[in-house]
Nanobody, 123 residues
Framework: QVQLVESGGGLVQAGGSLRLSCAASGRTFSTLTMGWFRRAPGKEREFVALTVWSDASTAYGNSVKGRFTISRDNAKNTVYLQMNSLKPEDTAVYYC????????????????WGQGTQVTVSS
C-alpha cells in the first residue's frame, strides 16, 4: 500500500500563489507516476499535472499550463505543485495520486489517492 498526504491548500486572492505538497509513504517503490487532480463543485475530476519518478517527465492540463509547475524530491518521497497566477476557476479540492503506470493522465488509471486539500481563490 501507498499512503499519500496532501498539504498546503488554503484561501488566496486571484493572482496569488500557493504550493501544495504530497508526501508519499509505504510501498512507494511500486509507483512510477505521481499526479495532481482537482475537483471543483459540480464538476468532474480534472487532470492537473503529473511527474514520473524515474526521469522527471512532466505533463500539464491545458487549463494550468504556464501557471502551475510540478516537481518532486525523490529523497523525501514528496511531490510539489507550485501554483502561480491563480484564478477563481482554480478553486477546487486538489488530490494527489500515484500509479504504477507511466505518464497516466486519466484518473481511473491511478491506484492510490490522498484525502485532498481545498484551494479557494477569491476574486
Amino acid at each position: 500500500q501507498v499512503q499519500l498526504v496532501e498539504s498546503g491548500g488554503g484561501l488566496v486572492q486571484a493572482g496569488g500563489s500557493l504550493r501544495l505538497s504530497c508526501a508519499a509513504s509505504g510501498r512507494t517503490f511500486s509507483t512510477l507516476t505521481m499526479g495532481w487532480f482537482r475537483r471543483a463543485p459540480g464538476k468532474e475530476r480534472e487532470f492537473v499535472a503529473l511527474t514520473v519518478w524515474s526521469d522527471a517527465s512532466t505533463a500539464y492540463g491545458n487549463s494550468v499550463k504556464g501557471r502551475f509547475t510540478i516537481s518532486r524530491d525523490n529523497a523525501k518521497n514528496t511531490v510539489y505543485l507550485q501554483m502561480n497566477s491563480l484564478k477563481p476557476e482554480d478553486t477546487a479540492v486538489y488530490y494527489c495520486a500515484a500509479t504504477r503506470r507511466r505518464f497516466a493522465t486519466i484518473d481511473g488509471l491511478y491506484d492510490y489517492w490522498g484525502q485532498g486539500t481545498q484551494v479557494t481563490v477569491s476574486s
